[in-house]
């Protein structure tokens, strides 16, 4: 009685233990070695209890990793307390039911068709977070492949397959090192075969790392001399009529003290007015440029009317980044496309009156069109915050021509916390897949400049008026994932889909 309560009580904590080493292993603590053996204690329980395992275990790792966002929708969504907390408790509810979506389909395919779990876990938990990017309108945050940021020597295979390479890796590791667990504890036969197998796919994906990053010259094509400025402006204050003026002047000064740079880069909504409209606060900006004789990206709102007749039509906003060349002259827009939920807009607004959009300012965003921007004879491609943290939207461009991608970004509202962080390493990994430079200029911090390998060249701290300035160089190649994206994923959620469709037949126990 007392051996069966002890296992009782072990496949309940082994879980939890899961998800609390996990979420030590991002940006926040980010002892990112533990990514590699926090799954064990989850997957030497799991087949016992497939789906509250991996529930649980997901629970204590998105409550963890998400935990400032009560301070954002308190603070910045002047929510209560409780509901704020109702709110967080649901996303991650929603997130943790993938990690028990996972576990179950992996042990539900494993009963049923009799596949090793060491290539069903990775499988299904690969096509787990591939999912996760888009349903609902996506929301990746915390894909556990993050984790691994700090080592860029076992980043470099996203110019294969994305991120989903080391996802792979990260589940086949864990799970392997709880089969050895169960050799140990129930002398079992050891598994040389997969562990040979598990061992030289690690080795293959830490020397392509290697080749790569001594074989790829960050330093070839033609450079542009890049200032970021981060203006470090109060999200209190940002959107109040009589700071717009401040604003605009910290902005302007920091600028001016810049030297020798083609393009001087200002964070999303930098400049809290509409910039398309020709007023005094447009022509400073268009004056400064002139002066500077750089070329200017900043952020700013737009608008547009949408309808056919006049009494139809409606007024429309939009989250952009607008272009002036060293004449003053406006170059070009690119607007935002992804918007953030809840952020930028509502879902479902009538029926969530009640809750209040974090972003203040203006009304409801649009998605807009995305469109390239023209800078030295080169294309660059512009991703707005929330943005970044999508494969999808910045391949899309690199595709279409970006030679350089610039992230510019309002990270205020996170405050004080380990997200920023954890922001800025999901936007390291846009380098890698497309083999691209890419200068992230945020409000108040993290800026940064990431050359192609995925490695953090300069960056600022939080919270500071800086200047972040260095050259970044347009690259003309694009990497195979850049060309094909997200095609494995796709064709593993097939094979996932069909595994499920041929163990339809035999009763399975969902606990």
């Given at each position: 009685m007392i051996s069966a309560k002890k296992k009782n009580i072990f496949s309940i904590l082994a879980p939890l233990v899961s998800g609390l080493l996990f979420a030590l292993a991002f940006p926040g603590v980010q002892v990112a070695w533990l990514a590699w053996v926090a799954l064990v204690p989850l997957f030497v329980v799991?087949?016992?209890?497939?789906?509250?395992?991996?529930?649980?275990a997901g629970v204590i790792f998105f409550a963890l990793v998400l935990y400032w966002l009560n301070n954002v929708m308190t603070t910045f969504g002047h929510l209560p307390l409780a509901?704020?907390?109702?709110?967080?408790?649901?996303?991650?509810?929603?997130?943790?039911?993938?990690?028990?979506?996972?576990?179950?389909?992996?042990?539900?395919?494993?009963?049923k068709l009799q596949l090793?779990?060491?290539?069903?876990m990775p499988t299904v938990w690969l096509v787990g977070e591939y999912l996760r990017s888009y349903f609902l309108s996506g929301f990746p945050w915390g894909n556990i492949a993050y984790s691994q940021t700090p080592y860029p020597v076992l980043m470099q295979s996203a110019d294969l397959g994305g991120v989903y390479v080391v996802v792979f890796l990260l589940i086949v590791v864990n799970y392997s090192i709880a089969r050895l667990w169960h050799v140990v504890r129930f002398h079992e036969r050891f598994p040389w075969r997969l562990m040979l197998i598990v061992v030289s796919?690690?080795?293959?994906?830490?020397?392509?790392?290697l080749w790569r990053i001594h074989d790829i010259d960050v330093n070839s094509g033609e450079a542009l001399r890049v200032a970021l400025i981060q203006g470090n402006v109060k999200q209190s204050l940002k959107w109040e009529p009589r700071r717009l003026a401040p604003t605009l002047n910290r902005y302007k000064k920091l600028s001016i003290q810049v030297r020798d740079a083609q393009l001087l880069v200002w964070p999303e909504s930098a400049t809290p007015f509409f910039f398309q409209d020709e007023s005094s606060f447009t022509r400073e900006?268009?004056?400064?440029?002139?002066?500077?004789?750089?070329?200017?990206?900043?952020?700013?709102?737009?608008?547009?009317?949408?309808?056919?007749?006049?009494?139809?039509?409606?007024?429309r906003y939009l989250n952009s980044a607008f272009l002036v060349s060293s004449q003053g002259e406006t170059l070009g827009?690119?607007?935002?496309?992804?918007?953030?939920?809840?952020?930028?807009?509502?879902?479902?607004?009538?029926?969530?009156?009640?809750?209040?959009?974090?972003?203040?300012?203006?009304?409801?965003?649009?998605?807009?069109?995305?469109?390239?921007?023209?800078?030295?004879?080169?294309?660059?491609?512009v991703l707005v915050c929330y943005e970044a943290i999508f494969p999808a939207i910045a391949r899309e461009q690199v595709n279409r021509g970006a030679q350089l991608l610039v992230n510019i970004t309002n990270d205020a509202w996170f405050g004080d916390s380990s997200a920023p962080w954890q922001h800025l390493a999901m936007t390291q990994w846009r380098a890698v897949e497309n083999r691209v430079w890419l200068a992230r200029c945020a409000n108040s911090g993290v800026s940064a400049l990431i050359d192609p390998l995925g490695r953090v060249v300069r960056q600022s701290q939080l919270f500071r008026q800086q200047i972040i300035i260095g050259n970044t160089y347009f690259c003309d190649g694009t990497s195979l994932y850049t060309r094909t994206g997200d095609i494995v994923p796709l064709?593993?959620?097939?094979?996932?889909?069909?595994?499920?469709?041929?163990?339809?037949?035999?009763?399975?126990?969902?606990?």
């Open positions: 799991v087949q016992q209890r497939p789906w509250r395992s991996g529930f649980s509901l704020s907390i109702v709110i967080y408790l649901l996303l991650v509810v929603y997130l943790a039911c993938w990690w028990g979506l996972c576990c179950w389909c992996a042990c539900y395919i494993n009963s090793p779990l060491a290539l069903v796919l690690w080795l293959v994906n830490y020397a392509y790392g900006v268009r004056e400064l440029a002139r002066e500077k004789d750089s070329m200017l990206l900043f952020g700013s709102p737009a608008y547009f009317f949408r309808g056919d007749s006049p009494g139809e039509k409606r007024l827009r690119s607007d935002k496309v992804h918007l953030v939920p809840f952020g930028e807009y509502v879902p479902f607004s009538e029926l969530l009156s009640f809750v209040n959009k974090l972003a203040h300012g203006v009304g409801d965003f649009a998605s807009g069109v995305k469109k390239l921007l023209p800078v030295a004879g080169h294309e660059l491609g064709l593993l959620t097939v094979v996932v889909v069909l595994w499920l469709w041929q163990g339809r037949s035999k009763r399975f126990s969902l606990n």
